[in-house]
């Protein structure tokens, strides 16, 4: 999965000098169950961002997992990039549905300013929290914490394996 997203990062930066970077806590405690589809959704946005807003550099994601109880773990996914930045002012603006900051390194991208809006209320239907830090003309992290169940069933729907990671992509959850 990481894999799969990094080819597509570096299709995206074709012209640009951007390195994908995907690093993963090792040992993950447990495999967790996740809406993959969502999950998709949510990395792809923050990624497609990353690349959109940096010209150089590297762009990264970073998987954490910290147990909460026997039931669950909060699994910590950050999105970082080395690109153009966001005002502090404008921070707590960018999940704004259509919201695009107006400043001129941002305009030449592409979008309609929906993405993290999109990314938000995801986030929010699956009881998580996204969050954003950022230092202009260095860069912006994204931080998404989801509480994910533990899995015990031994299904394999997807596997998401990374240096120790197991998690389980279920792509169908009653
Ligand atoms: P869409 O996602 O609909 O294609 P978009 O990418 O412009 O369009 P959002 O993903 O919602 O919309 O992002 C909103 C705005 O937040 C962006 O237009 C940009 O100004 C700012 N932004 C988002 N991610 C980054 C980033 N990684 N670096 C710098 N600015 C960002
Ligand atoms: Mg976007």
Redesign the pocket.
Known sequence: FTQELGSIIELLADDKELTFAAHVEDPMPALVEVDGTRLRQILW??L???V???QKGVVSLEVKAKAIDAETSMVTFK?C?T????PPQ?LDK??AMY???N?PE?QS???????????QQMVSLMNGTIS?S?VVGE??C?TVDLPLEISKKPIQVETLKVTGLQILLVEDIE
């Open positions: 946005n923050l497609f961002n990353a959109k807003f940096t999105v990039d690109g153009v930045g966001i404008e960018v999940f919201y695009q900051v400043l941002h991208a592409t979008g309609t300013g929906i993405g993290l809006a999109i990314c954003v950022s860069g912006t994204f």
